[in-house]
């Protein structure tokens, strides 16, 4: 049976063993046997695993979280309190809306990168040329390949004299690579010069783009805000069932009406689930999102502003990203010339500017006055070819003089212009020095007898520079916590010297060393060398997927810049992907964050606004677990030590329309900015939580005293009592939440957050004195006592919510190697480091 062949084991075959092994011939297929083989090796197309969008929405609805807010609406339902019903059903369509849209557009990766490949070829089938649909070839045709052409398939050039290929968005070569006979093109490149014959070796996913793809699909990592939403909503849930359990048991033995007990119990459950948790972090993420793309950075998916946060390693891609994309003359090095400007003149008379040639734009684009040229005619031209490996131009001066000048590779225009002695020796050592550097460099000649004999004028120097606002945008990153790693296709002296100018470190490891083959897994002894390493160099797509991957594997988050398709698989599987401006389809579908300004400068903003963001976050997450541990433990110890409801079954469902909803005001809350990475730290945030709640309980046990005991109150007032003292306290709460500082110090809460806090509290307040029958009422004096009790007490939480960091702080000096200095205190949700799946 015919097989497709591999991309690296066709690059060491003949011409004549490829067409062997694939049972062809020069002369192509019959129509009939390609028809057998495209039902052998299917259609020369990326094949995706189709999922409807109604079972992809539906989904949503199935999982841990889903199925929490879902038993709080049959809990609802079953008691028959439909308004709570409906809205938390509501909130649970909303979720289900919010992720299904951010998953349909990330879901797009596969699409883009179909639109790459070329939609006809044209193929000798039955001794003809003919054109088909590029889906429709198969190992063996053979192809014609010309400029302009997306190669349709990865092939083995056979006839022809050269071709050009732009690979760029493949591999990450800068400028296109010439191809001869023999030599291996890959599906997606795209021919910019030349005309070739090639035999199709590999179709649709066997292909170099197609393991791209493949890539790209298996790609992804679980988000630690999932595991954060999942983890609180356990802990609350578990909570909540045990105590009620407990109540339940109780009272039983208590004789208490069955239906009364069961309805109560139902009520307090779903109170203290949190259904709304979901939806406020989704608009905390959403605004910050919108505050994002004013800053030129395009948010495409939501859960990504809280792994930005914590990103402690920015791998960057080099070239356009890093460096201008530009070819760029370096200083010239002068020897028959009269000087510079007159060396690159004439390179520059032997380039032609309308062939949009990267290195002829950079020779003339290197002349300090463009008019230089007005006094010349170029009366011909030969273009490059990788055979002579140079260009030539004849020209005629302003003097009707004829001349000749050529430009190439240094070994070809030294041998041209017969260099010999210490010119040649001198000639050879700066090619040398030059290449250690990462520099190209053209060889200049002039003839003025019709190419008889040659002058050797001198060597000029070609490079990609760094873009002006690099060097200081990596030391921002630096400044942030974030590590920097270059990613490139070019070669280690390239990445090295780029690496040194940028201040990053020259420690720069080929890609070819750390990964066996074309395998996308780093072997032990690899991944130290990975994480330790300034940059990497010769790296292909799987290479970038398999160190982005590896650094996850040991802890890190990981942030990955990328533009072509070629870095789409690393895109997908780091915790943020960012195609930068410019950056393909492929590219932009993959990416988290979309940056639609040049640079990296915008990332640093971006990480900014993420950990803010994350601030908000984290105080909404404590405060949410402070609620549910005060509410279900004052209630259940209350009702077993009292054997009385401390408040009412509507009481429960008002605190959660005064404290809940208002609560989205928290994502315009304004924050400190934390100089370094910040990640989930469940243990710290459930025991500060859990501290404040039962200090809350204490609280509020103290007020039930004073006035069952102190008031003597009738048991109608102490559950209004009791209520009044729960909604003011909520927000309270929120406040000392909200900072691992005193909750007195900068920043302070922002207008919205605080103005409907107190809307939210007045009304509440406002609701006991006339409570329209619904309660009953107490009076001013009570409110009065009620909230200065509240206001005394949120200085005891905040004293021990500062105690609880501290106690943190001393017995957790880990993970401050690259979070920070030790003497620093440690930030209260800095260290979550887990390995990643």
């Known amino acids: 049976m015919i097989k497709s062949i591999d991309s690296q084991q066709v690059e060491k075959l003949g011409i004549d063993d490829v067409f062997k092994q694939l049972g062809s011939t020069p002369q192509g297929l019959a129509s009939a046997e390609a028809q057998q083989r495209l039902t052998q090796f299917g259609r020369n197309a990326l094949e995706e695993k189709k999922i409807s969008p109604l079972q992809r929405f539906l989904s949503y609805f199935w999982g841990p979280i889903p199925w929490m807010i879902e038993i709080a609406a049959i809990l609802s339902a079953l008691v028959q309190h439909w308004d709570d019903f409906i809205i938390i059903l509501a909130l649970l369509i909303f979720n289900a809306v919010i992720g299904f849209w951010q998953e349909f557009k990330a879901a797009n990766a596969l699409d883009a990168l179909k639109n790459q490949l070329a939609l006809k070829a044209r193929v000798l089938r039955d001794g003809q040329w003919r054109e088909v649909d590029a889906a429709e070839l198969v190992p063996g045709d053979v192809i014609r390949l010309r400029l302009g052409d997306i190669i349709p398939a990865d092939t083995k050039l056979v006839e022809g004299q050269y071709l050009a290929v732009d690979q760029s968005a493949l591999t990450g070569e800068s400028l296109p690579v010439n191809k001869k006979p023999g030599e291996v093109a890959y599906s997606g490149s795209v021919a910019k010069q030349g005309e070739m014959i090639a035999v199709v070796t590999a179709t649709g996913g066997d292909t170099f783009f197609g393991k791209t793809a493949k890539l790209v699909e298996d790609a992804g990592a679980v988000s630690h805000f999932q595991k954060a939403v999942l983890a609180i909503g356990d802990y609350l849930i578990y909570l909540s069932l045990a105590l009620v359990a407990v109540l339940i048991i109780v009272q039983l033995f208590r004789h208490a009406p069955l239906l009364d007990l069961v309805q109560f119990a139902l009520i307090l459950t779903v109170a203290s689930i949190p259904v709304a948790m979901p939806a406020v972090l989704s608009v905390t993420m959403a605004v910050g999102a919108l505050a994002l793309s004013k800053k030129k950075a395009i948010v495409s998916r939501l859960q990504s502003i809280e792994e930005m946060a914590g990103v402690d390693i920015l791998c960057s891609d080099k070239t356009g990203t890093l460096t201008q994309n530009k070819l760029t003359l370096g200083e010239p090095a002068v020897f028959q010339a009269t000087d510079a400007q007159a060396l690159i003149l004439a390179a520059a008379l032997a380039s032609k500017a309308e062939d949009k040639d990267a290195i002829d734009l950079a020779v003339i684009g290197g002349l300090s006055d463009a008019k230089a040229l007005d006094g010349y005619t170029q009366t011909g031209f030969t273009p490059f070819d990788p055979v002579s490996k140079r260009t030539e131009g004849q020209i005629k001066g302003a003097e009707g003089k004829a001349f000749r000048t050529t430009k190439g590779a240094p070994q070809v225009i030294m041998e ?422």
Not at 418 to 439: C, H, I, M, P, W
Not at 710 to 731: C, E, N, P, R, Y
Not at 763 to 790: K, M, Q, R
């Open 416 to 837: 041209l212009a017969s260099l010999s002695g210490d010119e040649a020796t001198r000639a050879n050592q700066l090619v040398d020095d030059f290449a250690a550097k990462g520099y190209r460099t053209l060889g200049v000649a002039r003839s003025d007898d019709e190419g008889k004999t040659w002058t050797f004028l001198g060597i000029l120097p070609l490079f990609d520079p760094p873009r002006e606002d690099s060097a200081q945008t990596i030391r921002h990153a630096i400044e942030h916590g974030i590590e920097v790693k270059m990613v490139t296709g070019d070669n280690v002296a390239i990445a090295r010297e780029i690496a040194g100018q940028l201040g990053m470190g020259k420690n720069i490891q080929p890609a070819t060393e750390l990964f066996v083959g074309d395998s996308a897994n780093a072997p032990p002894d690899a991944a130290e060398r990975i994480e330790k390493a300034d940059g990497f160099a010769q790296v292909f797509p799987q290479h970038k997927y398999g160190i982005v991957k590896t650094l996850q594997d040991r802890g890190h988050l990981v942030a990955m810049t990328g533009d072509g398709v070629n870095d789409a698989p690393a895109l997908k599987q780091a915790d943020v992907g960012i195609a930068v401006s410019g950056a393909t389809d492929a590219a932009r579908a993959a990416a988290d964050l979309i940056l639609t300004a040049p640079g990296l400068s915008t990332i640093v903003s971006a990480v900014e606004e993420a950990r803010r963001i994350f601030e908000r976050m984290n105080s909404y997450a404590i405060y949410r677990i402070v609620e549910t541990i005060r509410i279900m433990f004052f209630v259940v110890l209350a009702m077993i030590v009292f054997d009385f409801y401390p408040i009412t079954a509507i009481m429960i469902i008002l605190l959660a329309f005064f404290n809940d909803l208002p609560i989205m005001a928290i994502a315009y809350d304004n924050t400190w900015l934390d100089p370094k990475p910040v990640r989930w730290n469940m243990h710290r945030v459930l025991t500060v939580s859990t501290v404040l709640g039962l200090i809350g309980v204490v609280e509020t046990f103290g007020l039930l005293w004073i006035a069952r005991e102190w008031m003597h109150l009738s048991i109608d007032q102490i559950q209004t009592f009791i209520f009044l003292k729960l909604a003011v306290a909520g927000h309270l709460t929120l406040f000392v939440a909200r900072t691992h500082k005193p909750f007195w110090s900068r920043p302070f809460p922002s207008p919205l957050l605080l103005w409907s806090a107190i809307l939210t509290k007045v009304l509440a307040t406002l609701f006991v004195l006339f409570p329209f029958g619904l309660i009953t009422p107490i009076g001013w004096s009570d409110v009065a006592l009620i909230w200065a009790y509240c206001i005394v007490w949120i200085f005891i939480e905040d004293w021990a919510k500062l105690a609880v960091y501290n106690r943190f702080n001393r017995s957790s000096p880990r993970h401050r190697s690259f979070l920070g200095n030790l003497n620093t205190p440690l930030h209260p949700h800095a260290d979550l480091r887990k390995p990643r799946t």
